[in-house]
């Protein structure tokens, strides 16, 4: 199973942007997709962006299409969020998961690895 660490978030004002960074060890994301979910005080965790790393396929959820970009760098074994625009209600606790295959899914029940999440937060 593969271990995730996130890293990248912090205090940022609206219309801000900031890139979330999700590090792979133990293995490599080949045969993974790799998702972004996000999970706001009092909310259930919801489904943000994917790509699956072996095409290269995204997704992304309506409310961030445009303005987030999900990126891969076979290099460093690394997934990234790009998030522009920030507004307030992107405030939440970010976390990067892993499922193998090439499909991407939306639900967070289908990704069997997560990382730590680290915390975004977007003032007014």
């Known amino acids: 199973q593969v271990q995730l660490v996130e890293s990248g978030g912090r205090l940022v004002q609206a219309g801000g942007s900031l890139r979330l960074s999700c590090a792979a060890s133990?293995?490599?994301?080949?045969?993974?997709?790799v998702g972004w979910f996000r999970q706001a005080p009092g909310k259930e965790r919801e489904f943000v962006a994917a790509?699956?790393?072996?095409?290269?396929?995204?997704d992304y959820a309506g409310s961030v299409k445009g303005r987030f970009t999900i990126s891969r760098d076979n290099a460093k074994n690394t997934v990234y969020l790009q998030m522009n625009s920030l507004q307030p209600e992107d405030t939440a606790v970010y976390y990067c998961?892993?499922?193998?295959?090439?499909?991407?899914?939306?639900?967070?029940?289908?990704?069997?690895?997560w990382g730590q999440g680290t915390q975004v937060t977007v003032s007014s």
């Open positions: 998961a892993a499922r193998g295959g090439l499909n991407i899914r939306r639900t967070p029940l289908e990704y069997n690895s």
């Open positions: 133990g293995r490599t994301f080949s045969n993974y997709v």
């Open positions: 790509i699956s790393w072996t095409n290269g396929g995204t």
